[in-house]
């Protein structure tokens, strides 16, 4: 068998009829080796009986959450193409032909586009169409170097096997961005066609929450790029912070009328720990990732977490060591004074570099403590 049309379905009794009579249609028109699989995560007002009537073959998928729909349907489709689409009749199931041309040109995953196929008045919300799916995507593009314009699409194809071997898991609405996100990073052969949207027939309000649903698919595209959320802006305070740091520590910097002493040093001195926090994050969740898969890895990432145990415990206690030869450098001077009052212009710029040496020792130190746990990990798969 050629394809299957999948329908995610939950209380849709009013719309499912008319979808399934079109992706027949479809069928029936182009000569398309088919079958019409409707994903039912729970109904009970009888769309089961009337998908079975119209011909349909219906799975129940007892786990809520319309990616665990679409994840149970996918693994009991048996077409060699999957062409995924609502079944609240938004969608149109008699165009399908320019996704099935692409899967059969080679294709691994073909991404409808609403808004180069166009978007009928009242089809879309104006949070959705104006700010939710074109920020959304446009963060997915950043992070990922991805090409989609529409990372939200539902109607969507895809080869079978393709999709199955990202082992996608979100049983949630971001499973939409997930599928996008793990076919990019595995690089699997992805492109777009115009699709359109229309208002849905639906007599109740959508199963989609526009405020949590978003947060979702946002964390889960920033969660998936560890890069994003964690080395670059990690990288970035580390580096303005140092730099910041040792500037004011050989003399005050003035620019204009301003002058910049210790209180920014204290302040450039909290920017420095928290990008090397960051950065430990990072090789952390690269060394999580290698044991789980759950993004793949690239040469450099391998290089990456090489980093051993035992290797960082010795570095962060060298810079533990430092930051405590020079802090009892300063109560030495300070003993010198009777311990009285100190110049607290010239002292903090001696007590503060230390102070960055101290935490960074302590934070490299236990995270490569973690790390060995993690190793632990490896060595018992």
Known sequence: MELTILMPCLNEALTLPICIKKAKTFLTDNNVDGEILIADNGSTDGSQELARELGARVVDIPEKGYGAALIGGCNAALGKYVIMGDSDDSYDFLNLMPFVEKLREGYDLVMGNRFKGGIEKGAMPPLHQYLGNPVLSTIGRILYRSDIKDFHCGLRGYNRESILGLNLHTTGMEYASEMVVQATLHKLKICEVPTTLKKDGRDRPPHLRSWSDGWRHLTFLLMHSPNWLFLYPGLILWVIGLVVSIAIMIHPVEIGNVTFSINTMLYAAVAAIIGFQLMLFYVLT????????????????????????????FIGASLFLIGTIGSIAAVVIWSGLQFGDLEPESFSRLTIPMLILLVSGIQLMFSSFFLGILEIKIKSK
Request: no cysteine; charged share 25%.
């Open 286 to 313: 690269k060394k999580y990732a290698s044991i789980t898969g759950f993004i793949p890895m690239t040469k450099i990432d391998k290089s990456l977490i090489r980093l051993t145990m035992n290797k960082g415990i």
